[in-house]
């Protein structure tokens, strides 16, 4: 797959590099504009609320940021939680997104609420909202008010979203098993599926989505991407130590223990595992790729041929700012991107 593209998924994690809300946010940023420069072809960040160790509350706020400071690179949310918002709302800072940077941004659209049920319902501010799946709804009427199209019969058909029905981001639904799916092939919107979150599913979901693909307005044909946690380095020695606090995070949360910050390197490094949590450990490394670039390039290309990706969009972790810098250059490198972004 030569024209395989690469792009970067960005969850604005605080680590040892990022020692303050504003360090985290202004290091994405350096790194989205490094992006455009390596070539890479969107650079996209995450929602999730309730966190000690993530500053990625409201990816739109950012993504406006990034997407002033960059010329090229798409810049997008992977994703919106659509449940924890109005249609409404959704659609309107997206369409102003448009307006400003036309042609660059993207919304991935989730299902779930990106975080706990007590948060969500802080968000939500009904418990009754959230005890029904309004999912279906809200998505039929975000793209109404995308599209200036609601049926005359809707209640909010008289109510626009924006002056212009052409300020549409490119629309994509996520999903990490069976559900996400299912409304990207009847709605016939690009995918991303989650390996970082479910590998196992991913080949067959991902064959899924090409095999049932109905055309839309928005695309004529499938489109797929493939999520998935990378780390690299000029030595597998030093890509497994940079993934080592990424590993560990993961294993706590499959044990039902939390940080209150990301782990450092220190203690990723020096953490005594019991037998149970080395075991758990091995069970999560399939939603990885680590080592030196020439082996993370073969094992994308892989992933990609299996799940029929069209892109990768690669789950940032480092831990460490030069390290983040130089994995993605080597990356760039090896995948032979250019100032196309391909």
């Known amino acids: 797959m030569n024209d395989l593209k690469f792009s970067i998924l960005d969850l604005a994690y605080y680590s040892e590099s990022n020692r303050s809300p504003g360090e985290v946010l202004h290091n994405s940023t350096e790194i989205a504009i490094l992006a455009e420069q390596l070539g890479y072809h969107r650079y996209w960040f995450a929602e999730h609320h309730n966190s000690a160790s993530l500053m990625s509350m409201f990816p739109e706020i950012i993504m406006a940021h990034v997407a002033s400071k960059t010329s090229r690179i798409r810049v997008g949310s992977g994703g919106v939680m659509l449940p924890n918002h109005s249609s409404l709302s959704v659609a309107e800072r997206f369409s102003m997104l448009e307006a400003l940077h036309p042609g660059r941004i993207d919304l991935g659209i989730?299902?779930?609420?990106?975080?706990?049920?007590?948060?969500?319902?802080?968000?939500?501010r009904s418990w009754e909202v959230l005890r029904e799946d309004t999912f279906p709804r809200q998505l039929d009427e975000l793209f109404g008010f995308f599209g200036h199209d609601l049926p005359e019969d809707h209640e909010f058909s008289r109510i626009i979203a924006n002056p212009d029905p052409s300020l549409v981001p490119q629309?994509?639904?996520?999903?990490?098993?069976?559900?996400?799916?299912?409304?990207?092939?009847?709605?016939?919107?690009?995918?991303?599926?989650a390996a970082q979150i479910n590998a196992e599913m991913a080949v067959p979901v991902m064959q899924l989505y090409r095999q049932q693909f109905r055309p839309s307005k928005y695309y004529d044909r499938p489109k797929a991407i493939l999520s998935?946690?990378?780390?690299?380095?000029?030595?597998?020695?030093e890509a497994y130590y940079q993934a080592a606090p990424t590993l560990l995070m993961w294993t706590m949360l499959?044990?039902?223990?939390?940080?209150?910050?990301?782990?450092?390197l220190e203690e990723a490094s020096n953490y005594p595992y019991t037998l149970q949590?080395?075991?758990?450990?091995?069970?999560?490394?399939?939603?990885?790729v680590i080592g030196t670039p020439e082996h993370v390039a073969d094992k994308l290309h892989q992933w990609a041929a299996k799940t029929g990706a069209d892109e990768i969009?690669?789950?940032?972790?480092?831990?460490?700012?030069?390290?983040?810098?130089?994995a993605y250059t080597l990356l760039a490198r090896q995948f032979g991107l250019n100032s196309e972004g391909k």
């Open 313 to 326: 969009i690669m789950l940032d972790g480092y831990p460490e700012m030069n390290a983040r810098r130089k």
């Open 171 to 193: 629309i994509y639904m996520l999903g990490s098993s069976t559900g996400g799916v299912q409304f990207a092939i009847q709605k016939g919107l690009a995918f991303v599926f």
């Open 110 to 124: 989730g299902r779930a609420p990106g975080t706990d049920g007590r948060t969500a319902y802080a968000l939500r």
């Open 277 to 288: 949590e080395k075991a758990i450990r091995d069970q999560q490394m399939n939603k990885f």
């Open 254 to 264: 499959a044990t039902g223990k939390r940080f209150t910050s990301f782990p450092t």
């Open 228 to 237: 998935i946690s990378v780390f690299t380095a000029e030595t597998e020695e």
